[in-house]
C-alpha cells in the first residue's frame, strides 16, 4: 500500500523569504505525485503534478517541486513567499491500476505561517 | 462554473438524523470520489465511482451510503448521524481511472450536535 509522509507539521517563515515544503512517499511503482493548497475554510487547489519526464514540474503560484526517485522525494519549494501562501499543504501520491478508481493518499498535511 | 459543486457548504444536524450532500462535475469526467476531512485535517478516501458503478468503498459504516444517478452526479446519504461523524467532506472527480488529475469541490462542512 503507498503511503505520504509530510515530515514537517508546522512551518513559519517571513515573507519574502525561501520555501520548502517536504514529502517522501512509498510506493512500488512509478507514482503520481500531486501537491494540493488548502486555504482557511476552503476547498483543496491543485498546485502542480508529477506523472512522468522532466523531474522539476512548474505549478501555479510561482510553486515548483523536484521528484527524486533515489530518495523517494518529491518536495515543493517557491523562492519568495507572499502572505497569501499562509495555508495548508497536502502532498498527494496516486495509485492508479487498470480498471480501477484508486483515488489518492494523502499526507497528513503542513500548515504554513508567515510572518512580516 | 464551478468545475465539481457540491451542496450544502456548511451542515449543522442533530444527532440521529439523516443528511445527505449532492455533488456535481460538470467535466465530463468517468470517476468521482468522496472523501473525508477529520478534525485533524488528515484526508482519506471514503468511496469512487466509475461510470455509475462502485469501486472503492473503504472501511465507512454503513450508515454512509454513496448513490451515483448517473456519471456526474455522486450524493453521499448518512443515517443515523453521529457526533464522530463531523467533518469535512469532499466530493472530486477525475476524467478516468488511470492516473488523472483529481479535481476537488470545495467542501462541505458537516457538525453533528
Known amino acids: 500500500a503507498q503511503s505520504v509522509t509530510q515530515p514537517d507539521i508546522h512551518i513559519t517563515v517571513s515573507e519574502g523569504a525561501s520555501l520548502e515544503l517536504r514529502c517522501n512517499y512509498s510506493?512500488?511503482?512509478?507514482?503520481?505525485l500531486f501537491w494540493y493548497v488548502q486555504s482557511p475554510g476552503q476547498g483543496l487547489q491543485l498546485l502542480l503534478k508529477?506523472?512522468?519526464?522532466?523531474?522539476l514540474v512548474q505549478g501555479i503560484k510561482g510553486f515548483e517541486a523536484e521528484f527524486k526517485r533515489s530518495q523517494s522525494s518529491f518536495n515543493l519549494r517557491k523562492p519568495s513567499v507572499h502572505w497569501s501562501d499562509a495555508a495548508e499543504y497536502f502532498c498527494?501520491?496516486?495509485?492508479?491500476?487498470?480498471?480501477?478508481?484508486?483515488?489518492?493518499?494523502f499526507g497528513k498535511g503542513t500548515h504554513l505561517i508567515i510572518q512580516p | 462554473d464551478t468545475a465539481v459543486s457540491q451542496t450544502p457548504k456548511y451542515l449543522v444536524t442533530q444527532m440521529g438524523n439523516d443528511k445527505s450532500i449532492k455533488c456535481e462535475q460538470n467535466?465530463?469526467?468517468?470517476?468521482m470520489y468522496w472523501y473525508k476531512q477529520d478534525s485533524k485535517k488528515f484526508l482519506k478516501i471514503m468511496f469512487s465511482?466509475?461510470?455509475?458503478?462502485?469501486?472503492i468503498n473503504e472501511t465507512v459504516p454503513n450508515r454512509f451510503s454513496p448513490k451515483s444517478p448517473d456519471k456526474a452526479h455522486l450524493n453521499l446519504h448518512i443515517n443515523s448521524l453521529e457526533l464522530g461523524d463531523s467533518a469535512v467532506y469532499f466530493c472530486?472527480?477525475?476524467?478516468?481511472?488511470?492516473?488523472?488529475?483529481?479535481?476537488f469541490g470545495e467542501g462541505s462542512w458537516l457538525t453533528v450536535v
Open positions: 472530486a472527480s477525475s476524467q478516468d481511472s488511470s492516473g488523472n488529475t483529481i479535481y
Open positions: 510506493y512500488g511503482a512509478t507514482p503520481y
Open positions: 508529477y506523472f512522468s519526464g522532466d523531474t
Open positions: 498527494a501520491v496516486g495509485a492508479y491500476s487498470g480498471g480501477g478508481a484508486d483515488g489518492l493518499t
Open positions: 467535466l465530463g469526467h468517468d470517476t
Open positions: 465511482y466509475n461510470n455509475k458503478e462502485l469501486i
